[in-house]
């Protein structure tokens, strides 16, 4: 366990399906304790079929779930959640169509027991280069895009290939920083917006949420690393652009035999004391696209982290 | 019974009819305005003189502020300028955070328990010559209690050192544009934005108190209307929960009760199908002294917090253009449900882009359902041009703005936010008045005070603080303030057949004046004395309410 509670922000305009990956998550949850906080004008758009009781604003869903609505005011609904004790594995922000992640972000560093783990911003395949133009819309839809680690490009379904791929192209241009995973129906590998559960290393395939298969074709990359390291400098070469990571968590040894715990979500990295238990070698679990991820470049990163001891 | 009231002079703003000197009330209702000659031949009456060297107006009508007003004379008063309490009590401004300390204080010295929050309000340190307050300057009046001061703006918060201890921001690290740091890397103490200031809201006896008030508020809130003439005030953004609903309905339903409250259910939380179902629900719960079923709507956020959407060329210093608070989908399905339902909305809107936001989605869901004098009105709508009112015009829309603005902050908006040309332009009477826009002007009380004869001073002088007078051209008549501030803002309400003016059938509302607002001039509207009111034909004096 950490110290603090992961948070990922899951944005997007309206309509861009973040509802539907917030039900995704919930369905398949695998028995992580998600907590799911939206901010909507509306009721808790939760499946009928997933939820356990209602009280309030607050839905409890089977395995150990919750979700709940706040209306403008983010930091209070967090204080209320902090008082109930709930125990939580991550939570979730659905935010307004028109809320601006990185405000939301400024907003969460002021709670000291909670880490922004990813910013997650969803985007209609259909319709984003209309909205990004929309006279009104247009500056916020663009800033939304910029802040995101990973832009879920949902319903690619729904547009030719030219079309996915002008779309694709323009995306990379406007969000340099962020990965571009193509999706139908938001669907995605729950470890990629949560993060993996435990580092057992395993080359098995990502399963997906729900029946049918991904859009996208993911690869994992499981590694055992013995040397010390410095967690920082892996997190930097983890980070860059030409590693093609959508995610990565580590347990990294350092020098002095501690252990710290690295996070990666696209380029965003979070390093923290690992817990106390963690022992044995250093580890590294990378998810990434199969055709962006890249061995060589990863394998650089941990190389240019190993610290050559002084004498 | 029927009572014929002798005036010194009746200014009815009844336009077939504007002057008189006797008028005749009936079970709360006006049977006419008239000579005395004229009112006897309703039946068998009594005369009462007690307004005999009075002057009497239609109860004025406040188009835009919040009960919760009423809550704030709890806090210490901290503002600038000079501020009458519920209870009649002037408090006088204070000029230097010398004074803010000395005045909390005295407070501190009155309470007994040592953990007490003591908080404070309406500060204002954009006239103390730019010295912003500090956490060590609370720390001289209280190490040990926590203490907070909302700002006059209602978007600054300042705290003692105590306060951010409780809150767990008394740390070094922290990096958020709304909490600036001292040297030693520890917040100052002031905390601006919301994300700033709701961590410490508890701590320092300020929950986010700006919509809600209970009993004891809404009491203190109706005092101050009939102080200040007036008898029927707006409440523009309640949730309305249904205990809220039931307490407003039970105190303003009590006898000596002396205001008409207009609640207005805010677009939060709820879906516009819900919400426009929810405010249907609300209407039929109207009562004559409670009334619901109307909806606000915020779109955007505030000009001096640069949250407001503002058209090319933006910020006059160069700040980011705004927020928006609702996405256009949203405000058309609400606009095109009301407007199904026959449900009026009031939306908010500060920055231009945010107003014409509203005027195209209108326009849209106009063509689907047409509604003849549907009135909907912006609020505030501070910055809109001419082209903009005449939009507003053929759309049907009613406009409120806030020449209070230009008072209090004027200066700053000629210096900072939107620049010389368009601070002149900003809460354009004239020419709202010119297109034939529909109009009422008010207070955003608690933003600042409660009292629709200053804010009519504020719109027929437009001086700032500073005495600068902003905007010459936007300048209204004292006839089109008076107007304004009574049938102008029943309008906007629907409440225009009603009340708003003295005349045959209407709601014996009256403002019960010393002097006469025809009279006095232009630059001394704001200063006419008010003994009280009649609301519903029961008398209220200032000095005993």
């Known amino acids: 366990m950490r110290g603090s509670i992961p948070v990922t922000l899951i944005g997007g305009y309206l309509g861009a399906g973040k509802t539907t990956l917030v039900n995704h998550l919930l369905r398949n949850a695998n ?34 779930c919750i979700c709940c609505s706040f209306g403008s005011d983010l930091l209070a609904a967090l204080m209320q959640l902090k008082d109930r004790n709930e125990a939580i594995d991550h939570l979730l922000i659905e935010t307004s169509g028109v809320a601006l992640p990185e405000s939301i972000v400024q907003s969460l560093s002021l709670l000291p027991d909670i880490a922004l783990d990813g910013v997650i911003v969803l985007a209609d395949a259909e319709t984003i280069e209309a909205r990004a133009r929309d006279r009104y819309m247009g500056d916020t839809v663009l800033a939304q895009l910029a802040h995101a680690d990973i832009i879920l490009l949902n319903k690619v379904d729904l547009v030719s290939p030219e079309r996915l791929g002008a779309v694709s192209r ?39 949420l729900s029946g049918h298969r991904h859009t996208a074709e993911y690869e994992t990359l499981s590694l055992e690393i013995n040397a010390p390291r410095d967690p920082e400098r892996q997190a930097d070469g983890l980070t860059r652009a030409d590693a093609g990571l959508l995610r990565a968590k580590g347990f990294v040894r350092r020098l002095d035999g501690a252990f710290a715990t690295l996070h990666v979500v696209g380029q965003r990295a979070l390093v923290e004391p690992a817990p ?31 610290i050559v001891s002084a004498s | ?58 109860g004025l009508v406040e188009g835009h502020s919040h009960v919760a007003e009423g809550v704030q004379w709890r806090f210490v008063y901290c503002g600038y300028f000079d501020r009458t309490d519920p209870d009649g009590k002037v408090w006088p401004g204070v000029k230097s955070i010398e004074e803010v300390v000395a005045r909390l204080s005295a407070a501190n010295a009155r309470l007994y328990d040592s953990t007490q929050p003591l908080t404070g309000w309406s500060l204002d340190p954009i006239y103390f010559h730019n010295r912003r307050m500090t956490r060590q300057d609370l720390d001289r009046v209280s190490a040990a209690r926590p203490i907070g001061i909302m700002h006059a703006s209602g978007h600054i918060m300042n705290v003692n050192t105590r306060a951010l201890e409780l809150a ?43 919509l809600s008030t209970d009993e004891l508020g809404l009491r203190a809130f109706a005092r101050l209307c009939v102080r200040k003439g007036v008898t029927t005030a707006a409440d523009l953004a ?36 819900e919400l426009v179902e929810r405010v249907i629900e609300l209407g039929k719960l109207s009562t004559d002294r409670l009334r619901l079923g109307m909806i606000k709507i915020v779109v955007d956020g505030s000009i001096q917090g640069f949250s407001a959407r503002l058209k090319s060329p933006g910020y006059y210093n160069g700040a980011p253009n705004g927020l928006w608070y609702i996405a256009p989908e949203q405000l058309r399905e609400i606009f095109e449900r009301a407007l199904a339902a026959g449900v009026r909305v009031h939306s908010h809107t500060n920055g231009d882009e945010a107003t014409e936001l509203v005027l195209d989605t209108l326009a849209l869901a106009l063509r689907k359902h047409s509604s003849p004098d549907h009135r909907f009105t912006l609020q505030h709508c501070q910055l809109a041009n001419a082209a903009q009112f005449r939009r507003m015009r053929a759309l049907g829309m009613c406009v409120n703005l806030f020449p209070n603005h230009h008072f209090y902050w004027g200066d700053q908006h000629y210096a900072l936010t939107v620049g010389p040309e368009r601070a002149e332009r900003m809460n354009a009477c004239a020419t709202a008045l010119a297109n034939g826009v529909p109009m009422a002007i008010h207070s955003d009380a608690p933003v600042t005070p409660l009292g629709p004869l200053f804010t009519a001073w504020c719109a027929v002088n437009r001086k700032t603080a500073s005495g600068r007078v902003l905007g010459i051209e936007e300048r209204i008549s004292v006839t089109d303030a008076l107007r304004t501030i009574t049938l102008g803002a029943a309008y906007t309400l629907g409440l225009d057949s009603e009340v708003g003016s003295i005349e045959c059938g209407k709601a014996a509302d009256f403002a019960v004046l010393e002097d006469d607002p025809t009279e006095i001039g232009g630059e001394k509207l704001g200063d006419v004395r008010i003994w009280g009111t009649v609301q519903g034909g029961r008398i209220f004096a200032a000095e005993t309410i």
């Open chain 1, 31 to 64: 028995g992580r304790r998600l907590a799911v906080l939206v901010n909507e004008f509306g009721e808790l758009p939760v499946d009928a079929d997933l939820i356990v009781a209602r009280e309030g604003n607050l839905i409890s869903i089977s395995g150990g």
């Open chain 1, 170 to 208: 323009w995306l990379n241009e406007t969000a340099p920083r962020a990965r571009v995973i193509p999706a139908r129906k938001a669907d995605i590998p729950l470890e990629i917006i949560v993060g993996q559960h435990s580092l057992r290393p395993s080359d098995k395939k990502l399963t997906p």
């Open chain 1, 276 to 306: 106390d238990w963690i022992e044995g070698p250093g580890r590294l679990v990378c998810i990434g696209l199969a055709d962006q991820i890249n061995r060589s470049a990863i394998l650089t990163a941990i190389e240019a982290s190993l």
């Open chain 2, 1 to 58: 019974m029927i009572t014929i009231y002798q005036a010194r002079k009746i200014v009815t703003m009844n336009p077939s009819r504007p002057l008189a000197t006797h008028v005749a009330v009936r079970d709360g209702r006006i049977l006419g305005a008239g000579s005395f000659d004229e009112l006897t031949g309703w039946g068998k009456h009594k005369v009462d003189r007690t307004f005999a060297d009075k002057v009497l107006m239609p």
């Open chain 2, 168 to 210: 767990g921001m008394l740390r070094k690290g922290i990096n958020h544009p709304g909490i600036p740091l001292g040297d030693d890397g520890l917040p100052t103490g002031e905390m601006k934005g919301p994300d700033a200031m709701t961590p410490l809201g508890p701590h320092v006896g300020l929950d986010r108190g700006l």
């Open chain 2, 238 to 273: 309640n949730l309305l929960p249904q205990p809220a609903v039931e307490m407003m309905l039970r105190v303003s339903g009590e006898q000596q009760f002396p205001a008409r409250i207009v609640s207005l259910r805010v677009a939060r939380e709820v879906s516009p199908a």
